[in-house]
């Protein structure tokens, strides 16, 4: 089986050198402790006015990578997706280049993936072993969160984080939905929710970013608050693309688990 990783990079040199050291070393574990035969790297650099693309270009020729190099901005959303649509692997992980995430979660996120045969994400929750999170952006996912509950009544630790596995069967039903910002991850989860496809939350760790974060509060955060109600709104008036995605997925009506699992 093969797991491609994506990452997004916009203005990260600082972190670019500590952040693919750290997943050469976790990849021998993902090899050697999961199902997973081969990993497919693919960094998206999100037109970076610093060095970063040297740095990638650099790290590239010395070991297996794929660069990919827009000449345009295309947002966090949209170079992820950029990412996912060069990647082959069956399992599809993405995590950000600011050093904030710990490879090695992956190994514990495939293997949770590989033993729920019916479940199609796992999310690293950064939430519930709380770590070297700003207050201010603690407090704004909690309240994202606190929201999410009560629209679908159900369990949710962290819906916006970062860290993610998913199996590339699933792609086609969502990818095309979500957009092209920092409300990727957000949109993503209420998505999985309203499809009605079952999920996982992890506890991972989350460490101090290294660089200047790209989430400005006063931005951001009413941008965030609009993505719920504006998928809040279209998909509870637009039921034949819920209905649409869940056939695609072999979901049966009334059958399918919203709630993430444990």
């Not at 997943?23 to 999100?46: G, H, M, P, W, Y």
């Not at 970063?52 to 966090?76: M, N, T």
């Not at 992980?93 to 495939?110: E, G, R, W």
């Not at 693309?241 to 699992?261: F, N, T, W």
Request: aromatic share 12%; charged share 25%.
């Amino acid at each position: 089986m093969r797991l491609s990783v994506v990452i997004p990079c916009y203005d990260e040199e600082d972190a670019i050198d500590a952040v693919l050291g750290r997943f050469k070393e976790a990849e021998k574990r993902i090899l050697n402790e999961t199902s997973v035969e081969q990993v497919e790297l693919i960094v998206v650099d999100d037109y970076s006015q610093d060095g970063s693309l040297q740095k990638l270009i650099d790290f590239s020729e010395e070991h297996s990578a794929r660069i990919i190099a827009s000449r345009k901005r295309l947002g966090y959303g949209g170079a992820l997706k950029r990412g996912f649509q060069e990647a082959t692997g069956e399992l599809i992980a993405f995590y950000d280049m600011d050093y904030t995430y710990d490879p090695f979660d992956l190994v514990q996120l495939i293997n949770r993936l590989e033993e729920n045969s019916e479940v199609g994400l796992i999310c690293g929750d950064r939430l519930s072993k709380i770590q070297s999170m700003p207050f201010t952006r603690e407090i704004g996912n909690r309240f994202f969160v606190s929201i999410i509950k009560s629209i679908f009544r159900v369990r949710v630790n962290d819906c916006c984080t970062g860290l993610r596995v998913f199996k590339r069967r699933f792609l086609s039903s969502f990818v095309d939905l979500l957009p092209n910002n920092l409300d990727f991850t957000l949109a993503m989860t209420f998505l999985f929710l309203r499809f009605k496809i079952p999920f996982i939350e992890v506890p991972v760790n989350y460490f101090e970013r290294i660089g200047h974060s790209k989430l400005y509060i006063f931005i951001d955060g009413p941008r965030f608050l609009f993505t719920i109600f504006r998928y809040w709104y279209q998909l509870n008036f637009k039921k034949e693309v819920v209905r649409s995605a869940q056939l695609s997925l072999g979901i049966k009506k009334g059958v399918a688990d919203s709630k993430p699992l444990s």
